[in-house]
């Protein structure tokens, strides 16, 4: 017998032998039991070495000797797949497709997903939070429809039946192997001491045990079959009675049982050796539990491991204890909690899986078996069983997310689906469990009560300061019990379960009344405790959320009885806990809890029943006692706001603010506020009306203010706070009676209204507002209310505006807004007042309604909020109307509208707004029509002491009240006069005298009519009703005294509205009734002329209305009318009163000329942004607009913008430009390809920059090094296609000592600034532009005058030695250098700058570092740089012509003169000078050189633009037009030939020769120098004399076909290949000379550059004929000069002739530059880079990027990557761009740019169907690409505007 550790082929032998003896060969008992030693020792071994071995044993063994790989195909071979199953973890990418969800948790893998068929779908991708597992396959979550190609057929009839001895070993094996598996769990368990867990062990242990589960998961993924097997072991209770029950022999295994019982016991968990718990156990499982709770309760806890938790829960005396006691003994079920007894391996691998926290490889390998069915049944039950223990673990766990994760993890795979559900709780009591778990934990937190009655309160609430609460730990629990309501025949058994509704309304007390605010009176809170977030939370999810998924099985009639029971235990709970906190009629003063969640599951079934279930209102209500009782808390939050939003709560805080916005806002409003309020609707509809109102205003402290006296006593109220109380308590009573979301609306209609009042808000984009309307708030469902009509509703009020992009470069989103006729007929300020979190979106709101109705010209003024028609009331709620035709609301309104029209203190327009509001509600649901005939005086005697006669609003109007009764202090005006004889009615305020009859005081009558309704109700009255004064709470200081007064008042309703209008529009007798003068609007109602409008307005509408709806009113009115009224008497104004007029008078003018100002500003800042920032401004330099103007000055002018003196540039005080300097490489990305380049999105695409302008120049370089003298060949090319120096400039001017003390104060300012100051960065005092250097102004004009000279006064040769003369003067520079002036200095200075912008690496190229042709090659290079940009920039050729796009904001001119100062520091020798080699014929000096020195540069492999920057820039400044044109002339000649020498190598033999020969006759004749057949056939046959032409003439016939070449196309490659050089040449004149660049076609521009250069002969006029070689001037005869520089070449390849013609210039076509193409649909990005393994650290990013310049993928800010303190897109952006970087990040899709030390987010330019952006892929939502949007980015890339347009800028520290 091989020892355990044999080699493989031992092993291998071993197996094979076992495995044939085992399947029938005999001895099959002694190879059983040789079988199980061997594994016995196999498997014992320690972690690392041992374990791979005995992993390897089990390998050979379960093949039975056959290869590994074989016996998984062999196996795989069997598997019925239908499931896909594939179990993933957090931040795994998936997809939820809700068309093909049955259960909202559906999600697929993305492979499934791309391979069912979802086009069209309402799909997202999602980053899975928890982890979960694709459902492809599962008819029970999705439909059929949406499974992927691989699981749509229903496979397992075509699988074979598996071969009885394939698994026969795994049999065997396994049993084993999950034995030891186990033991090791065990061993490596130990209990904690003093309550910390070792944690280290445990990781340890889990670290030791990986390679082990990893192979139980390699063997999940070999499919059904092995599943099946692996099932069978892990269910079989046998295998694991005969192997773990401490079998005796084995001492090790006897200490592992040991080890397990005591992990047992220090859970908390009885090991049931009890026989009678046993039986219990047994017993349980069939019955119901609780008939077994006693005996269970009792032997459990007797136990010896009573959990430390247990003992303090029973035996804790003190908090809230009658209520704990009660809890443990009527729902503890022991049972539940407290036993578990593991029967099978699966079990107990449970049990240890949650000792250890879920670990992720334990999870994922349960999770992966459950494509089997019979696992599936068996492990729900086990988790279910363990159920109470998770809890427990959960609670002490210090990494409570993280588990949370795991646990939903595996329980939303569990409890999704339907079937599962429903058997589980039919057989393993479910339902009660979870309530169980739910109850206890809460238990562990709660604390008593404040509410109310603080001393004796017994109500207990959960802490909301505990972690439990604070950190969501209950969540896994609630988001399971959630699931599982969401199933039909779940939530039916939970609804039908009495018992378990009262222990679910017990839990749901625990949250009623939690975190209770009191009202801070005397000092701020020190401490703001941001407790509130927990209790808000708490209430959505573990109340709210299962009430909604209760809520949705409540939806027909046969469903009544559910409701009935929700109702009957809700008021239960509610009668306890009003009984509870002792709460008789008044709620205590100054406190308020916004949590009252058995009150809105009491509304919400209230409301179900009458929408849906047609059940009677009345047969489901309480007494009146009840609903009194009710309506006090609800009421309360409501008074709460008011106050809160009235500042009264300050001292409490931010933080309450934060509640009363939380409250309203659109995730809570459905679940908190709407019942609420629909809760006091249905109180208001069963209670006396006139005892509702009084408490409204009783509530919002406002009786008080509520008389006729013009001035009160507030006991309860600080008069600041008056207004907007009573503009509270109005507004709140308008949304009450107007209010129909449960009153009658239909789904449609209120997800309409919603929709309707958030656009008026706000234009929003799609996803906010998805966001933004409520929800049906079951969470799990998914689905808006009625989420097909959510689009279509949308398209029905909303019109969509594309997103646009404003010209500062901030992206709008696509937004939708308002229809017109939504404004004008939908627009509902109750709605938007009810909706709005923060005050300012009514204001908004509002502002939009008045810009609408000016636009549409419907009404000019400042409209008031429309009044808009209700949709019908329910049957059921008529009574709420009661509210509107009540004496008490009659008397509140006539009062106001008194103290309105009388100017009282303290009312707001916004008051009479509502009080109109209210009438107008009251005219519109008037009861039956009055009789007209009733004779109104009667009606005066019937009533005499009263206000009204009675309670019917229209009839109401016209009652004239002559005298009040009020009290009033002393000092008021009211009571010198005498009261008249004439009876009085009664006073409004508060009034002690009650042993009149006349007084009516709104809260003795309320109190009058509680002590009725409660003696009605009970007997013993007394003992209920405790003495309350509402004086209780009066404010402390002696109140002055009250006295009587009787005021006169002869006024109605009508009467005073009648007032107010002439009031309001400020005439007498404005009123005028409108059916004088057509009677037809009595008869049409709906008058559009009075829908919108003010005040005004609003009461012609009442007026109408009030006429329309009673003749007597009509009447009235025009009696009132023609009584010409008396003018309202002028009040007498006290001083003080006079004082407070005098400062409000003040104020307002002093707004108005603030106004006035800052329009005036803000014009003045306009005009300055439109000549300042205009980008493509038309005009010409500064200089050169003065020039013009004022053409005998010399000097240019510059405006400093610092100190605001104007003045020239001087040596001493020079002037400079603000200019930023940036490196850049944007000109080194243009390729030479046409059709623009890919971002690569599989891996055949790549990307190689070869092609680029950048590689192309860098290959040349070096290759010119190769053969030539160093010094010339950095004199032969331009560099800075990579890294070169990019200028640029606002515009604006500064002197430069200004300059200097203006970066001090920057630098002394410590407000951190998005720049750097001590790199020299500033923002420009006037422009704010960002920049970080000054360009000195050179003096003097800028401009040389003698612009247009006739050419003819010198000859060509004179000028051309007086170029030679000129480049010699060396040190005569106009500014000698020996003496340093400041202007030197700064141009030293900004040259320092300018060489810093770049790296090092782009400015050293020479062989030799340092030397200082380097130095010559980067300034000379720096002007080509921008003379290219500035092309690229004009779209890459000059046929738009004009000024230089950049107008006044060129700095060129200013560069050159900075530019030249320094090149003529650097002498040439004059014998290298290129001057002579183009324009002398000299001796061959090539026979005197030694061979060692590499020669220089052949004339014609020299660039011409780089020569002529030399030529231009080391003559003496400023230079004459004439020399310019002198170099210009030369410098052709020189690109002519190259040209043709390039020509000359492109065409084959056969065309060499003819052309040779047809150019040869040409030449003698006169004009020979000028036809381009000469010149050719000359450059021919002197090239023919190397070696140029003979090697692989073969390949070249290949290239071209023969016939190519017609004279016009040769005529046409000339022209190309000079064009770039005019280009530039152009350019450079336009800014040294000033003048404008003539404008032409494409197909003329060569001949008008020629033109403009001069190039051209002035006689020259016909184009037809016009060939580019008639520009040509000679210096000397053209034969012999290109005889010269052809001899270089034909020198050159006689040594090295294969670089001959490598070398001669190519035509240079380059594109413009751009940025990679990106794909159509960003999926495609998504799915292709965002698993893709970084080339350099080999590992999948964290955060992948991707360059849009190049295409290199990167790792965004990872570790992995770092280089020398610099992170990767850092490092690329440096190599890729000179320091600019722009990286698409793919995990965001948005994209970041890069800039020096800095970088912003610039956004995304892929956007949804709803032209939103998703930034971090949040919604998922398919994007595709916004074309604008991306040319948008080029744009500011190629004209390097990113500084200048994009304002959000961070430092990004390299970490990017």
């Not at 103007?1189 to 610092?1202: G, K, L, N, R, T």
């Not at 890069?1794 to 971090?1816: K, T």
Request: one cysteine or more; glycine letters at 6%.
């Amino acid at each position: 017998m091989a020892g355990a550790s044999a080699s493989g082929r031992e092993k291998r032998a071993t197996a094979a032998r076992l495995k044939a003896a085992l399947s029938g060969g005999g001895g099959e008992s002694g190879a059983a039991a040789e079988l199980q030693a061997l594994l016995e020792r196999a498997l014992a071994a320690g972690g690392g070495e041992a374990a791979a071995e005995a992993l390897e044993w089990c390998r050979w063994l379960l093949s039975g000797g056959e290869p590994w790989e074989d016996f998984v195909q062999a196996v795989r071979a069997y598997d019925p797949a239908t499931l896909c199953g594939l179990v993933w973890t957090a931040n795994f990418v998936a997809y939820r497709c809700r068309t093909c969800g049955i259960s909202p948790c559906m999600s697929l893998c993305a492979e499934c997903f791309h391979q069912g068929e979802h086009a069209g779908h309402d799909y997202n991708m999602f980053r899975s939070q928890a982890g979960g597992a694709c459902d492809c396959g599962d008819g029970n979550v999705m439909r059929e429809a949406g499974f992927c190609k691989r699981h749509r057929m229903k496979s397992s009839s075509y699988v074979p039946c598996v071969p009885k001895d394939l698994l026969m070993m795994s049999e065997l094996v396994l049993p084993q192997f999950i034995f030891s598996l186990i033991q090791y769990l065990r061993d490596g368990y130990n209990e904690p001491t003093l309550d910390l867990p070792s944690e280290k062990d445990l990781h340890r242990i889990l670290q030791m045990l990986e390679p082990h589960i990893s192979f139980l998961e390699d063997l999940t993924k070999m499919g059904g079959a092995m599943r099946s097997v692996l099932t069978q072991v892990l269910t079989n209770q046998q295998f694991y009675k005969d192997l773990s029950s401490g079998v005796e022999e084995n001492a090790c295994a006897k200490k592992s049982h040991e080890k397990y019982l005591i992990a047992l016991k220090g859970s908390g968990l009885a090991f049931p050796e009890d026989k009678l718990v046993c039986g219990i156990q047994e017993q349980a499982s069939g019955t119901s539990t609780l008939s077994i709770q006693g005996l269970a309760g009792a032997t459990a806890s007797s136990g010896p491991g009573e959990s430390s938790d247990e003992e303090d829960q029973n035996g804790s005396q003190g908090v809230g204890k009658r209520k704990r006691v009660k809890l443990s003994s009527s729902t503890k079920d022991q049972s539940i909690m407290d036993v578990l007894k593991h029967k099978c391996f699966l079990e107990e691998l449970l049990f240890w899986t949650i000792k250890y926290e879920f670990p992720q490889k334990m999870v994922t390998f349960l999770l992966n078996m459950l494509p089997d069915q019979d696992y599936k049944i068996a492990f729900t039950k086990t988790f279910v069983q363990h159920y109470a223990f998770i809890m427990k673990t959960l609670k002490k766990s210090h990494e409570s997310d993280t588990m949370s994760n795991r646990i939903v993890h595996i329980s939303v795979q569990l409890f999704s689906n339907e079937e599962l559900a429903r058997q589980v709780t039919e057989e393993c009591q479910l339902l009660d469990i979870m309530v169980t778990v739910l109850l206890y934990m809460m238990e562990s937190c709660l604390i008593k009560s404040e509410l109310q009655d603080e001393e004796n309160s017994l109500h207990v609430v959960v802490n909301c300061g505990e972690a439990l609460l604070k950190n969501n730990t209950y969540w896994p629990l609630v988001s399971d019990f959630i699931n599982i309501l969401s199933h039909q025949s779940v939530a039916k058994k939970f609804l039908e379960d009495h018992s378990l509704l009262v222990t679910w309304m017990n839990f749901v007390s625990f949250f009623q009344g939690m975190n209770l605010n009191k009202r801070e009176l005397n000092e701020h809170v020190e401490f703001e405790s941001q407790t509130y977030y927990a209790a808000f939370a708490a209430e959505l999810e573990a109340c709210a959320q299962p009430m909604w998924g209760l809520l949705s099985h409540c939806k027909i009639r046969e469903t009544q009885e559910y409701t009935r029971n929700v109702v009957r235990y809700c008021l239960e709970a509610l009668q306890d806990w009003f009984d509870a906190i002792n709460f008789v009629d008044e709620p205590a003063p100054n406190q308020v809890t916004f949590h009252l969640p058995l009150h809105r599951y009491y509304a919400m079934f209230l409301s179900k029943a009458v929408k849906c279930q047609e059940l009677d209102l009345d047969s489901i209500l309480p007494d009146q006692e009840m609903l009194m009782k009710l309506m006090i808390h609800p009421l309360q939050i409501q008074a709460s706001l008011s106050e809160i939003h009235s500042n009264m709560w300050v001292r409490n805080g931010l933080q309450i603010k934060g509640q009363a916005m939380t409250y309203v806002q659109s995730h809570f409003c459905n679940s908190m506020i709407d019942p609420d309020i629909y809760l006091l609707q249905v109180c208001a509809s069963r209670l006396d009306p006139d005892y509702f109102i009084s408490s409204v205003f009783e509530r919002f402290k406002v009786v008080d203010l509520l008389t006729m006296a013009s001035q009160h006593q507030n006991t309860v109220l600080d008069s600041e706070h008056e207004r907007s109380m009573l503009e509270g308590a109005l507004t709140f009573l308008v949304i009450l009676l107007s209010l129909r979301l449960h009153l009658g609306m239909t789904d449609d209609e209120i997800l309409r209204a919603e929709m309707v009042a958030q656009l008026c808000m706000n234009d929003r984009t799609h996803s906010s507002l998805l966001d933004l309307i409520p929800e049906n708030p079951n969470p799990k469902s998914g689905i808006v209310p009625g989420s097909l009509s959510f689009e279509s509703m949308l398209s029905a009020v909303a019109d969509f505006k594309a997103p646009v992009f404003e010209p500062g470069g901030s992206m709008q989103q696509g937004m939708y807004t308002p229809k017109a006729d939504i404004w004008d007929k939908e627009f509902d300020p109750v709605m938007v007042i009810l909706r709005t979190v923060y005050r300012r979106d009514v204001q908004s709101a509002m502002d939009r309604y008045t810009a609408f109705l000016k636009q549409s010209g419907k009404f000019p003024g400042n409209p008031w909020p429309p009044y808009k028609k209700r949709t019908p009331l329910h049957p059921s709620y008529k009574g709420l109307l009661k509210l509107l035709h009540c004496k008490t609301l009659h008397i509140v309104l006539f009062t106001l509208l008194y103290k309105i029209l009388m100017d009282h203190q303290n009312l707001s327009e916004h008051v009479l707004c509502m009080v109109l509001y209210l009438i107008e509600l009251g005219l519109e649901d008037s009861p039956e029509q009055e009789s007209d005939e009733e004779d109104s005086v009667s009606g005066h005697e019937r009533c005499h002491d009263s206000w009204f006669p009675g309670s019917n609003l229209v009839s109401n109007m016209r009652h004239f009240i002559n005298y009040v009764r009020v009290r009033v202090p002393e000092t008021a005006p009211e009571v010198k006069r005498e009261p008249p004889a004439s009876t009085s009615s009664d006073g409004l305020a508060s009034s002690q005298n009650s042993g009149t009859a006349q007084v009516f005081s709104l809260v003795a009558e309320r109190r009058k009519k509680f002590q009725e309704i409660i003696n009605r109700n009970s007997s013993e009255a007394s003992q209920v009703v405790r003495p309350k004064t509402s004086m209780k709470w009066s404010a402390p200081g002696a109140t002055p005294q009250l006295t009587t007064a009787i005021l006169e008042i002869k006024e109605s309703i009508l009467s005073l509205l009648i007032k107010l209008h002439h009031k309001l529009s400020g005439k007498q007798n404005s009123y005028y009734p409108p059916w004088f003068d057509d009677m037809e609007v009595l008869i049409q109602p709906e008058n559009p002329k009075y829908s919108h409008g003010d005040g005004m307005t609003a009461v012609e509408r009442i007026l109408l209305k009030a006429a329309i709806q009673s003749r007597l009113n009509k009447r009235i009115i025009e009696e009132l009318c023609r009584k010409v009224t008396p003018p309202v008497p002028p009040k007498k104004i006290s001083p003080a009163e006079k004082k407070t007029l005098d400062k409000e008078e003040r104020r307002q003018k002093a707004r108005e000329r603030q106004q006035k100002l800052l329009a005036e500003f803000a014009s003045r800042q306009k005009s300055f942004m439109e000549t300042a920032m205009d980008v493509e401004s038309p005009d010409a330099d500064i200089a050169m607009e003065i020039a013009t103007s004022e053409q005998h000055v010399s000097e240019a002018v510059y405006d400093c913008v610092i100190c605001g003196q104007s003045g020239p540039s001087t040596e001493d005080r020079p002037t400079g430009l603000v200019v930023l300097l940036q490196a850049s490489s944007v000109l080194g990305q243009c390729r030479n390809s046409t059709e623009p380049k890919k971002l690569p999105t599989s891996e055949e695409e790549q990307i190689y920059p070869s092609d680029t302008c950048a590689a192309v120049h860098d290959v040349r370089l070096t290759t010119l090094q190769q053969y030539f003298k160093d010094s010339s060949c950095l004199q032969a090319v331009s560099i800075g296609w990579e890294g070169g120096v990019y200028v640029q400039t606002c515009g604006h001017t500064l002197h430069i000592d200004c300059h200097k003390s203006y970066m001090e104060s920057l630098r002394n300012d410590q407000v951190l600034q998005g720049f750097s100051v001590d790199k020299g960065e500033f923002t420009c005092p006037l422009c704010r532009q960002f920049a970080n250097s000054v360009l000195p102004c050179y003096p003097g004009n800028n401009v040389e005058r003698s612009l247009w000279q006739c050419y003819n006064n010198k000859n060509m040769q004179d000028l051309i030695k007086e170029v030679e003369d000129l480049q010699e003067q060396l040190g005569t520079f106009p500014v000698s250098i020996s003496s340093e002036t400041n202007l030197s200095k700064e141009m030293e200075s900004v040259m320092k700058d300018i060489k810093s912008t770049t790296q090092k690496k782009y400015t050293d190229y020479s062989k030799t570092p340092g030397s200082p042709d380097n130095d010559f090659l980067f300034m000379y290079s720096v002007a080509r740089t921008n003379l290219e940009l500035e092309l690229v920039h004009r779209g890459g050729n000059l046929c738009l012509g004009g000024a230089s796009t950049a107008g006044k904001r060129s700095c060129l001119n200013q560069l050159f003169h900075v530019l030249a100062m320094h090149m003529r520091l650097y002498s040439i020798d004059s014998a290298y000078n290129p001057w002579r080699k183009l324009t002398q014929l000299i001796q061959d000096r090539n026979s005197q050189m030694s061979s060692e020195e590499l020669p220089e540069v052949p004339v014609l492999y020299r660039d011409v633009s780089s020569l002529l920057l030399i030529q231009i820039l080391t003559m003496p400044q400023p230079l004459h037009k004439e020399h310019f044109t002198c170099i210009v002339k030369v410098l052709f000649t020189l690109l002519y030939t190259q040209a043709l020498a390039a020509f000359s190598v492109k065409c084959n033999v056969e065309d060499r020769v003819v052309w040779k020969n047809s150019g040869a006759l040409k030449k003698n004749t006169s004009n020979g120098e000028k036809s381009w057949e000469a010149l050719l056939s000359h450059v021919i046959s002197e090239l023919s004399k190397g070696k140029m032409f003979e090697e692989g003439e073969i390949e070249e016939l290949a290239m071209v076909s023969p016939s190519a070449w017609s004279p016009e196309s040769i005529e046409c490659y000339l022209q190309h290949f000079c064009l770039p050089f005019l280009r530039i040449t152009c350019l450079l004149q336009h800014h040294l000379f000033g003048g404008d660049l003539p404008s032409c076609q494409e197909d003329e521009e060569f001949t008008v550059l020629a033109n403009c250069l001069g190039l051209l002969s002035s006689s020259f006029q016909s184009p037809h004929q016009f060939t580019s070689a008639s520009c040509l001037d000679w210096p000397v005869p053209a034969f012999n000069m290109i005889s010269q520089w052809c001899l270089e070449l034909a020198s050159f390849s006689d040594r090295h002739a294969e670089q001959v013609k490598a070398l001669l210039i190519q035509e240079p076509k380059w594109d413009l530059p751009c940025l990679l193409q990106l794909p159509e649909n960003y999926n495609t990005i998504f799915q292709y880079y965002h698993r893709k393994t970084c080339t350099v650290c080999t590992k999948v990013p964290k955060d992948p990027a991707v360059c849009l310049v190049c295409g290199t993928f990167v790792c965004l800010k990872g570790l992995c990557c770092k280089q020398q303190s610099y992170c990767e897109c850092v490092l690329h952006s440096q190599n890729c761009g000179a320091g600019t970087g722009i990286f698409l990040l793919i995990n965001a899709s948005v994209i970041i740019i890069i800039r020096g030390h800095r970088f912003c987010l610039w956004g995304s330019v892929y956007l949804d169907a709803h032209g939103e952006e998703d930034r971090d892929l949040r919604r998922g939502k398919p994007l595709y690409i916004c074309k604008e949007r991306y040319k948008v980015l080029e744009q500011q890339w190629v004209s390097h505007t990113f500084d200048h347009i994009n304002k959000r800028w961070g430092p990004h520290y390299n970490g990017l």
